[in-house]
Every structure is written in C-alpha cells, then in structure tokens.
Nanobody, 124 residues
Framework: QVQLVESGGGLVQAGGSLRLSCAAS????????MGWFRQAPGKEREFVAAISWSGGKRYYADSLKGRFTISRDNAKNTVYLQMNSLKPEDTAVYYC?????????????????WGQGTQVTVSS
C-alpha cells in the first residue's frame, strides 16, 4: 500500500517555474515507478512524466520535453516535477501516481495509486 501527498502547486506568472513534490508513505516506494499526470477543467487526465524505480528511465509527454523534469529521491520517498517556462495552458490539477510496474506509463489506468492532486495556475 502506498499513500501519496502532493505539494508545491500555486499561482505563477507565465514564464515562471514551480517544483512539485510528491511524498510517499510505505517501505516499498523505492520499488515503484512514479508518474505525474494533470487534468484541466473539462479535459481528460493526461500524462506528464514518469520515472522508473531506480530513476534510470524517464518518460515525458512529447509536448513537455525540455520544460519539465521528473526526478526522485528514494532516501526521502519523494518524487519531484520541476516545471520551467510555464504557460497558461499548463494550468491544471497535477496528480502524482505510483505503480509497481505500469505496462504503459502514459495510460492513467495503468497506475494503481494516486495522490489527491495539487492545483497549478499559470497567469498570462
């Protein structure tokens, strides 16, 4: 069982940066893949980024490559999402996800554990 708590969201101007954190409980965190998804009002939840249990493999939505960076610290049971050059279209609730072995990281249905989400609002 893994419990996830996101933090770090807020209001930022376009061009600014934010770093989201997701703290996980449970002794098995280091064996789980971790991911970030986001959901804007009226839209489906979409994949943002994912990282393997060791941190050796990272995956990004094509549209976000170069602006967002996912990382993890297994000693702190925490995964991060560094977001730079933010745009108004990045406004969404950002969710942290965990799973022992998601077959397809871009599919939300492959992830078994979810946080409650943190709001990110980018003003123009």
């Amino acid at each position: 069982q893994v419990q996830l708590v996101e933090s770090g969201g807020g209001l930022v101007q376009a061009g600014g940066s934010l770093r989201l954190s997701c703290a996980a409980s449970g002794r098995t965190f280091s064996s789980y893949a971790m991911g970030w998804f986001r959901q804007a009002p009226g839209k489906e939840r979409e994949f943002v980024a994912a990282i393997s249990w060791s941190g050796g493999k990272r995956y990004y939505a094509d549209s976000l490559k170069g602006r967002f960076t996912i990382s993890r610290d297994n000693a702190k049971n925490t995964v991060y999402l560094q977001m730079n050059s933010l745009k108004p279209e990045d406004t969404a609730v950002y969710y942290c996800a965990a799973d022992p072995d998601p077959d397809t990281v871009v599919a939300a249905t492959e992830w078994g554990y979810w946080g409650q989400g943190t709001q990110v609002t980018v003003s123009s």
